[in-house]
């Protein structure tokens, strides 16, 4: 009895498994599972495998962003929660939480031109979400991405200015 019992509760955890990873890989934003993660560095490449993301996206110099703040040289988009973004922000960053994508991006195609320049970000090296803004972007034909990938945290740790949005 304990055998068979032992025997069905295997079978399930292993189908689950397979339709999970299935469900994950055929997803247009499923989860990079191999080779994405360096403990020394953080996201390597964070965006999963059907993503049309390149990595040559992103940049890594705080000086360089902070040239493009100052000079306002691209539209500044902040993908993390509209709470987290109140509390604090890079300068003229706008708010477009990824959690809301679905929802803001009638907003967003309105607002801001296929041909500008972008700069996305959300929290720090280890958040992905900027990537998958980033992605998302892309395949709405925005031509002009970039992703700031040490985030906020980054910008905060050298202690550039930030703006709050107080209540």
């Known amino acids: 009895m304990i055998q ?19 469900y994950n890989y055929l997803s247009p934003f499923g989860i990079a599972l191999f080779g994405q993660w360096e403990p020394s560095k953080g996201v390597v490449t964070s965006y999963s495998g059907t993503d049309s993301v390149e990595a040559s996206i992103e940049i890594k110099s705080i000086e360089m962003i902070k040239q493009i703040v100052k000079k306002k040289e691209r539209i500044i988009l902040d993908v993390r ?31 801001i031109d296929r041909q500008s320049a972008l700069l996305v970000y959300c929290s720090s090296v280890g958040c992905t979400d900027s990537h998958t803004f980033a992605a998302r972007l892309k395949n709405l034909r925005y031509t002009d991405v970039k992703v700031f990938s040490g985030g906020f945290r980054q910008w905060q740790k050298v202690g550039y200015e930030i703006q709050k949005n107080e209540k």
Do not use: M, T, W
Not at 92 to 106: E, G, I, N, R, T
């Open 4 to 22: 068979k019992d032992l025997k069905g509760i295997f079978l399930l955890v292993f189908f689950a498994l397979i339709a999970a990873f299935s």
């Open 81 to 111: 929660p509209r709470e987290i973004y109140n509390q604090g922000h890079l300068p003229d960053a706008l708010s477009f939480p990824l959690k809301d994508f679905d929802d803001s991006v009638s907003q967003l195609i309105r607002s």
